[in-house]
């Protein structure tokens, strides 16, 4: 699937499904505002397992710019799943990172973000999202992906074990 930077509304593709008419497509200039509020429940739901997810307060604003910025880099993809209506249902973002050096993996990805609206929630847009995601990912050259989900969010463990996702390496931490 090669996501067109074109953001025009035939920007994307659709898919059916029994349940659902939503597609997928990169995020453009006329999402931002609706992202930025989708993003926001997403670090509002993450700041539940700790204050280092939250946004800063009195920098919601940036979030906008943030995003702006990541849909013009062409080393992420923004995506929206999108419903027949034009409502956003939910987003993802991904990132390509390159590894410099005399290693055998130059590249991986990485799929940073991946929230879906409650009331979207069980309809295949999650799927979707990270469908799209990981064949953007493969197309610049990714040869594995990774997820980062806390110990303790069951739902998203078992939402990334169903897209084929597997633990690799704890992450282990320590405050200063």
Known sequence: MRLRRDRSPAAGTRTRSRRSTDRVRAAGPRDLD????????????HAGAGARFALAPGREGELRELLAGFARDPQRALLVAEAEDGNLLGFALASLLRRA???VESARGEIDWLFVREDARRRGAG???AAAALVWLGEQGAGRV???VD???AGGRA?????GF???MDV???SL
Do not use: I, K, T, Y
């Open 159 to 163: 939402f990334w074990n169903a897209q």
């Open 166 to 168: 597997a633990p690799a």
């Open 146 to 148: 990774e997820v980062h």
């Open 101 to 103: 050096g005399p290693f």
């Open 127 to 129: 799927r979707r999202l």
């Open 151 to 153: 110990r303790d969010n």
């Open 34 to 45: 609706r992202l930025a509020a989708l993003a926001s429940l997403l670090f509002a739901q």
């Open 172 to 174: 282990l931490e320590r």
